[in-house]
Each structure stands twice: as structure tokens, then as C-alpha cells.
């Protein structure tokens, strides 16, 4: 099992930056895969970023540039450092976990960009 706490979200001007954190616990030595999804209304939930165990990232093209996927071991803390934020980030942030095909999500995080 592993269990994921997300943190960070909040209200921000577009243009503005947050980090967000998402901490592990549980069997997270196992763990393949980390990732941040978002879900806007009425939209489907998306990947935004994910990063391996060793270290390899992907982002969706649309925060490609802006957004930072990381890792901390040490801590069992993924984090995902948003810059030039725009209104259509607006979402909920879910952090997600994959061990042995299986995927754990946290509860998430609102993050919202005023224009």
C-alpha cells in the first residue's frame, strides 16, 4: 500500500508560480512511477507530468517549459514547481503512484489562477 498527502495548491494571479509537494508513505521503495494529474470541470482527468524511479520525466505539452516535475528520495516528496501560471491551469492536482500496475491517488489539491 502507499498512501499519497498532496500540498500547495492555493489562489494565484495568472503569471504567478506554486509549488506543489505530494508526500509518500507506505511501500514507496517499490514505487515505478510518480505523477501529477489535474482535473478541471467538467474535463477529464489528465497526466501533467510524471517522473520514474530513475529520475526520467515527461510533461504534457501544454505545461512543457512551465512546469517542473522533481523528486525527493530522502523525503518520499514528488513536487511539481508551476511557473508563468494561466487561468487554464486551473484544476484540481492529484498525486499518483504506480507500484506493480496498481495506481494510488491522494486526495488532491485545488490550484486556481485568476486572470
Known amino acids: 500500500q502507499v498512501q499519497l498527502v498532496e500540498s500547495g495548491g492555493g489562489l494565484v494571479q495568472a503569471g504567478g508560480s506554486l509549488r506543489l509537494s505530494c508526500a509518500a508513505s507506505?511501500?514507496?521503495?517499490?514505487?515505478?512511477?510518480m505523477g501529477w494529474y489535474r482535473q478541471a470541470p467538467g474535463k477529464q482527468r489528465e497526466l501533467v507530468a510524471s517522473i520514474t524511479s530513475g529520475g526520467s520525466t515527461t510533461y504534457v505539452d501544454s505545461v512543457k517549459g512551465r512546469f517542473t516535475i522533481s523528486k525527493d528520495n530522502a523525503k518520499n516528496t514528488v513536487y511539481l514547481q508551476m511557473n508563468s501560471l494561466k487561468p487554464e491551469d486551473t484544476a484540481v492536482y492529484y498525486c499518483?503512484?504506480?507500484?506493480?500496475?496498481?495506481?494510488?491517488w491522494g486526495k488532491g489539491t485545488l490550484v486556481t489562477v485568476s486572470s
Open positions: 507506505g511501500s514507496v521503495s517499490s514505487v515505478n512511477v
Open positions: 499518483n503512484a504506480l507500484r506493480y500496475g496498481r495506481a494510488y
